[in-house]
């Protein structure tokens, strides 16, 4: 099985990008990043001030063997603040509750004060995410919202008209910032 076909099994259909999508970016942007292994596939974004992971999978095989810590310590140890999407809790789903525990051990905050809700182009179902934000220095939410913003225009909605026929909503339709819900630092 090829890494496309392992993120595709693991990843609800609204949060895939589609392998035309991720090729390009490879190829194209030279901060798109696969880490690819036997058990694991890591797609990430790589800048000069922050690291935003796009897919973490870990094979069943090998889950609870410390791959996924190893993975994200890899990360950390860029030294710069870590932004990913995480799919809300749904009791009926245990590996949503699984993921966003692994994340909490791993040191990560729920971004509070940031709304993602995005139609679907696929499904025209409106997708809901939280964002998750680790930091090695007290990072202020409004700083994760313009690096996550950042990568909405420039990842996610690459080439969307020509990949997909339509083009994405518009970043400030997807995301929002609550100043009020911000943590003061």
């Known amino acids: 099985m090829n890494w496309y ?3 595709n099994q693991y990843f609800p259909i609204e949060e895939m990008k589609s392998k035309e999508h991720i090729e390009l970016l490879l190829k194209e942007k030279q901060e798109y990043k696969k880490d690819e292994g036997p058990n694991h596939v890591l797609m990430y974004i ?3 001030d922050f690291v935003f992971i796009d897919y973490l999978f ?3 095989a090998a889950r609870g063997q410390g791959l996924g810590k190893k993975l994200i310590d890899n990360l950390k140890s860029k030294g710069k603040p870590i932004i990913l999407e995480v799919e809300p809790v749904d009791y009926d789903d ?3 509750e699984k993921r966003q525990r ?3 051990r791993e040191g990560f905050k729920h971004a509070r004060s940031i709304g993602y809700r995005r139609r679907s182009l696929e499904t025209g179902k409106i997708n809901e995410m939280e964002i998750l934000y680790w930091s090695p220095f007290d990072e202020a939410e409004e700083s994760i919202y313009e690096k996550m913003r950042h990568t909405y225009e420039t990842i996610h909605t690459y080439k969307d008209v020509q990949l997909y026929g339509e083009p994405y909503e518009p970043a400030e339709q997807v995301l929002t910032f609550d100043e009020e819900k911000a943590p003061s630092l």
């Open 5 to 7: 076909e392992k993120l």
């Open 46 to 48: 790589e800048m000069d």
């Open 58 to 60: 870990v094979s069943k």
């Open 94 to 96: 245990t590996d949503t």
């Open 102 to 104: 692994f994340y909490e």
